[in-house]
């Protein structure tokens, strides 16, 4: 079937999409290579037909048509890298993917984004810290899109603030949105839908859990964030990985202090010694920077 055949059987697939799909299931190019390969070529359809990947193209079409009529089927919106609703913020990172999956009708551009995120392992104080933040944060920033992962801990508690304070709020998967991860959070995910918020991904339907893409995701926590604020985290931890991908991005990162001793407090207090995070009291450290 000629490629315009292919679009218009489908209104919502445009080719725009379709290419930076192939090019984002492009095998042995890594997202940076994605990046520049496309900004050599000015879109995704040419960086298709680059002599480079050509031959690589037409297995991957179909494989990406079918991804497309699913997440059409669904309500799901695939939005590349040169698209006006793709985060603006994401795409000035060299290894932004270059294309996502988006849930929900959250605007991804508004004037203030933050990342929230922390220990899976949160405790009493952790939980207090959070909920005190972004009810602050609710007051003195209406609108603020809070970014997190869904996850066990700081990041689901991220969410479910923001819910109860009225903040759009948005999960960054590490899977394709056929499936929540964990699936105690499925319900947190839908009221995040429901009210103006959204489900985010770089990763199609059927891909598999699996560490190294929670790790991988995190640099779409951080890179669609101005600023990444660190609630709780151990010394060794995922979050420890977010804090390094936003110095990278040279976007601002907070840390918020703990008792010294207290293990999942270990790694802000490290941030802030090493001056490498801000410490973070209240919103207002944050209004500042």
Same mark, same amino acid.
């Given at each position: 079937?000629?490629?315009?055949?292919?679009?218009?059987?489908?209104?919502?697939?445009?080719?725009?999409?379709?290419?930076?799909?192939?090019?984002?299931?492009?095998?042995?190019?890594?997202?940076?290579?994605?990046?520049?390969?496309?900004?050599?070529?000015?879109?995704?359809?040419?960086?298709?037909?680059?002599?480079?990947?050509?031959?690589?193209?037409?297995?991957?079409?179909?494989?990406?048509?079918?991804?497309?009529?699913?997440?059409?089927?669904?309500? *799901?919106?695939?939005?590349?890298?040169?698209?006006?609703?793709?985060?603006?913020?994401?795409?000035?990172?060299?290894d932004a993917p270059?294309?996502?999956?988006?849930?929900?009708?959250?605007?991804?551009?508004?004037?203030?984004?933050?990342?929230?995120?922390?220990?899976?392992?949160?405790?009493?104080?952790?939980?207090?810290?959070?909920e005190e933040f *972004?009810?602050?944060?609710?007051?003195?920033?209406?609108?603020?899109?809070?970014?997190?992962?869904?996850?066990?801990?700081?990041?689901?508690?991220?969410?479910?603030?923001?819910?109860?304070?009225?903040?759009?709020?948005?999960?960054?998967?590490?899977?394709?949105?056929?499936? *929540?991860?964990?699936?105690?959070?499925?319900?947190?995910?839908?009221?995040?839908?429901?009210?103006?918020?959204?489900?985010?991904?770089?990763?199609?339907?059927?891909?598999?859990?699996?560490?190294?893409?929670?790790?991988?995701?995190?640099?779409?926590?951080?890179?669609?964030?101005?600023?990444?604020?660190? *609630?709780?985290?151990?010394?060794?931890?995922?979050?420890?990985?977010?804090?390094?991908?936003?110095?990278?991005?040279?976007?601002?990162?907070?840390?918020?202090?703990?008792?010294?001793?207290?293990?999942?407090?270990?790694?802000?207090?490290?941030?802030?010694?090493?001056?490498?995070?801000?410490?973070?009291?209240?919103?207002?450290?944050?209004?500042?920077?």
């Amino acid at each position: 079937m000629a490629l315009n055949e292919r679009l218009s059987a489908f209104p919502t697939m445009n080719e725009e999409a379709l290419y930076a799909l192939v090019l984002s299931m492009m095998p042995r190019l890594n997202p940076v290579q994605r990046c520049e390969l496309l900004a050599d070529c000015g879109s995704a359809k040419a960086a298709c037909e680059h002599p480079s990947v050509k031959q690589k193209v037409e297995p991957l079409l179909e494989r990406a048509e079918k991804e497309l009529e699913w997440a059409s089927r669904h309500n *799901i919106q695939c939005i590349p890298i040169n698209d006006e609703r793709y985060p603006r913020r994401m795409r000035l990172c060299p290894d932004a993917p270059v294309a996502l999956f988006l849930l929900g009708r959250v605007n991804l551009n508004p004037e203030h984004v933050l990342a929230v995120v922390g220990t899976r392992k949160i405790t009493e104080y952790g939980r207090r810290l959070c909920e005190e933040f *972004i009810s602050e944060l609710a007051q003195k920033s209406p609108g603020t899109l809070i970014v997190s992962g869904l996850a066990y801990g700081v990041d689901v508690h991220a969410h479910k603030a923001s819910l109860q304070y009225g903040l759009p709020t948005v999960g960054v998967l590490a899977h394709g949105l056929d499936q *929540i991860y964990p699936a105690a959070h499925r319900q947190t995910a839908a009221e995040m839908i429901e009210k103006g918020g959204g489900l985010l991904t770089e990763f199609p339907s059927g891909t598999h859990v699996e560490r190294a893409y929670f790790l991988q995701r995190n640099r779409i926590v951080a890179g669609m964030a101005d600023a990444t604020i660190i *609630i709780q985290g151990a010394c060794r931890s995922g979050s420890m990985v977010t804090a390094d991908i936003t110095d990278s991005y040279g976007r601002e990162l907070f840390a918020c202090p703990g008792r010294v001793g207290d293990e999942m407090s270990e790694g802000c207090n490290r941030l802030i010694q090493t001056q490498k995070a801000h410490m973070m009291l209240s919103v207002d450290d944050l209004r500042r920077e």
